[in-house]
C-alpha cells in the first residue's frame, strides 16, 4: 500500500471503533479516525467508501494506513477520476481550498487553448464528485497568473468592481458593489476565507460606500456608476440574476460583523 500513498482507495467499511471507522482496503484494514471524518457522515457496515491515503506507516504488525475523508487531495483525485481532461493533465488543478461537507473552491488551468478548463470540469463529472462527498458544494473558477485577477475570480459569485493586489506582501484591497458586499464575504465569512485560502492572498473587502469614505475611489463615483447601470443595465443583468443577489444578501447579512472580527 506504499504505492497508493497520496491516492484515493475504495474501502469497505466494517465497524465503528468508538469514534474511529475501520474500513477493508482488501489486503489490509485502515483506520479512519474521528479528525479525518466529515462531520455529519454516517457509515453503515459493508458501505463503500473513497478515502484518500495520507500516509503508510511500516509497524511491527504490518502497514497502518491513515486514511481521510477531509483532506482536499480527495477532491483533486476524484476530478481525475471522473475527468479525462484532468487526468490526462490537459486541464491541471492549480488549487484548492475546502471545507469539507460543506464547500470547495478549485481553481483550474487548462494547456490546450481549445479547451475549457471550468468547461471540461462541470456538468455530469462535477455531480459524481459532489455524490461522492455527498452534497458538498464545489465552485469551479479560473486560475490565472495575475493575482487580481484570481481574486476576483475566487471571489465568484460575487460581482467585483477593482483588485489591488500587492504580491510582496500578498495582500489584496477588493472593492464590491454595495449589494454584493455580503455575498462576497458569505455565510459565515466562508467564501472570503476559502478565497483567500485558495489565493494565498489575505483580502480585505469593502463595498462603495465603505471605498468612497476612506477615499480609494472618487465621491462622485456612485453617480458615475449609476448613469452606467442605467445604460446597460438590461444587458448586464436579469431579473432572475438580482433576485437572487438579493436573497443571498439577505440570507448572509448576519455574518457581516463576524467576518469583520
Not at 471503533?17 to 489490509?28: D, E, H, R, T, Y
Not at 463529472?125 to 481574486?151: Q, T
Not at 460575487?158 to 458586499?181: F, G, N, W
Not at 438590461?234 to 472580527?261: K, Q, R
Request: negative net charge.
Amino acid at each position: 500500500y506504499f504505492e497508493k500513498e497520496k491516492d484515493i482507495v475504495t474501502g469497505v467499511v466494517q465497524r465503528y471503533i468508538g469514534k474511529n471507522v475501520s474500513v477493508n482496503l482488501g489486503k489490509a484494514d485502515a483506520i479512519l479516525t474521528e479528525n479525518e471524518q466529515v462531520k455529519g457522515e454516517k457509515f453503515e457496515p459493508t458501505e463503500r467508501i473513497k478515502l484518500y491515503v495520507v500516509e503508510v506507516k511500516n509497524t511491527t504488525k504490518g502497514p497502518k494506513i491513515l486514511v481521510s475523508r477531509t483532506h482536499p487531495e480527495l477532491v483533486k483525485r476524484l476530478f481525475e477520476a471522473e475527468v479525462t481532461e484532468v487526468r490526462d493533465g490537459i486541464v491541471e488543478i492549480k488549487s484548492i481550498a475546502r471545507e469539507a461537507g460543506s464547500r470547495t473552491k478549485i481553481a483550474v488551468w487548462s494547456n490546450d487553448p481549445d479547451v475549457d478548463p471550468v468547461g471540461a470540469c462541470v456538468g455530469m463529472n462535477v455531480g459524481a464528485v459532489v455524490n461522492e462527498l455527498r452534497g458538498e458544494k464545489i465552485d469551479i473558477i479560473n486560475w490565472s497568473d495575475n493575482p487580481a485577477i484570481l481574486i476576483e475570480n475566487a471571489l465568484s459569485p460575487a460581482k467585483v468592481i477593482s483588485v489591488m493586489a500587492d504580491p510582496d506582501e500578498r495582500t489584496a484591497s477588493v472593492i464590491v458593489p454595495d449589494y454584493q458586499l455580503s455575498l462576497a464575504i458569505g455565510k459565515e465569512g466562508q467564501n472570503a476565507r476559502l478565497a483567500a485560502r485558495l489565493t494565498g492572498y489575505k483580502i480585505d473587502i469593502k463595498n462603495e460606500t465603505q471605498a468612497i469614505e476612506s477615499g480609494e475611489i472618487p465621491a462622485d463615483y456612485m453617480n458615475m456608476a449609476e448613469n452606467y447601470e442605467d445604460d446597460y443595465q438590461e444587458e448586464e443583468y436579469s431579473d432572475e440574476e438580482s433576485s437572487a443577489d438579493e436573497e443571498s444578501e439577505e440570507e448572509v447579512a448576519d455574518d457581516l460583523d463576524l467576518y469583520e472580527e
